[in-house]
């Protein structure tokens, strides 16, 4: 299977470049697989879809403002893009430099402190920050928060809050898990009061979720790392949610990606650690009953799991359906909601 398996027209206009006014005002189109149906409808109308007694699964990994800039010995600008953080003062970064650093070279950060190039992995590099505050506490002073490279604008205060879910704890994430943009306290208080259950795992999204594929072959492409956890409680519900006759609708292909990376024997088990799980079509899904997800990029892994899910040739019909009815696409955008059982 080919990358160019995966590839659609997509109008630059449709790429979201700001949230809408309230989180969950966006469309949310409606994929019944069985049928082979889709429906367009809105957000507000997902408890339409949902039993008593299902369980929605989020990932409450919390958006590290993971962008920073500074400057050579030689002058020359860097924009430095946190990866992931790997210590109290260390992590794994991407640079934006006209000239690659070497080792040992020092980057100067708006508040006069430091970061030591240690080396490379790959096309990422390490760094130490020289600087008192441990770097999560250097990232809230001085961070912006890292908007996708598909948003055209410098990210402003309100990203702090609205690339941000509400329901985010666990600090370590440098991209959001988009589906969950869409919830918001009234939303959640409605699902709840119709005895709809919540779980959660953690999974920090790193940057490389945004790097294309480049392998033309799909078995050639090796994914990035990122850590979660899949916590002992969450299993339990799991099951409990099973045998009683309930529905497990992960919220995110991220959730997807971290279920499916735990189980084992055909079950969800409790486990913590990296993932390099890819999923692409002709994967047999454990773990979920049905997908919230937003709108992904072309030929990429995330539009590749949920072909998996419903179809290649479903999905990217689906997808020409959203492009010809204007939805909003990508992180900032609007919702869909797969349903692979009716």
């Known amino acids: 299977m080919k990358k160019t398996d995966f590839d659609f027209d997509l109008p630059p206009e449709l790429i979201a470049q700001a949230p809408l006014a309230e989180r969950s005002a ?27 007694g299902d369980l929605l699964v989020f990932n409450d990994t919390r958006v590290l403002p993971a962008r920073l800039y500074g400057r050579k010995d030689t002058g020359g600008q860097v924009e430095i893009l ?3 953080v790997t210590g109290a003062h260390e992590a794994t970064v991407q640079l934006g430099v006209s000239k690659k650093p070497k080792e040992g070279g020092r980057i100067e950060l708006a508040d006069g402190s430091h970061a030591v190039v240690l080396g490379r ?4 590099f390490r760094l130490r920050f020289e600087s008192p505050d441990p770097l999560e506490r250097l990232l809230l002073r001085l961070g912006e928060m890292p908007l996708p490279p598909y948003i055209e604008r410098h990210a402003d205060d309100s990203d702090m809050e609205r690339y941000q879910t509400v329901f985010a704890r666990e600090p370590g994430a440098v991209a959001a898990p988009t589906a969950g943009l869409h919830f918001d306290e009234a939303t959640l208080a409605n699902l709840r009061g119709r005895g709809i259950q919540f779980g959660y795992v953690t999974l920090h999204v790193g940057a490389g979720t945004f790097q294309p594929v480049r392998a033309d072959d799909l078995k050639d492409h090796q994914m990035h790392r990122e850590w979660l956890n899949v916590g002992a409680s969450l299993v339990e519900q799991i099951r409990r949610t099973r045998a009683a006759g309930g529905r497990v609708i992960a919220v995110g292909t991220t959730v997807v990606r971290a279920l499916e990376s735990a189980v084992r024997d055909g079950e969800v088990q409790p486990f913590a650690g990296e993932t390099q799980i890819f999923i692409f079509p002709g994967y047999r899904f454990s773990s979920i009953d049905g997908l919230l997800t937003n709108f992904h990029l072309p030929q990429s892994t995330l539009l590749m799991l949920v072909s998996a899910l419903a179809g290649r040739d479903f999905m990217l019909a689906s997808y020409r359906h959203a492009v010809e009815q204007k939805y909003r696409f990508f992180s900032y955008g609007d919702s869909m909601l797969i349903l692979p059982k009716g």
Request: net charge negative.
């Open 121 to 124: 992995d790959g096309s990422f």
């Open 82 to 84: 946190i990866e992931r």
């Open 26 to 52: 966006s469309r949310m189109l409606v994929l019944d697989v069985e049928a082979q149906a889709r429906q367009d409808r809105m957000f507000r109308d997902l408890p339409e879809f949902l039993r008593e």
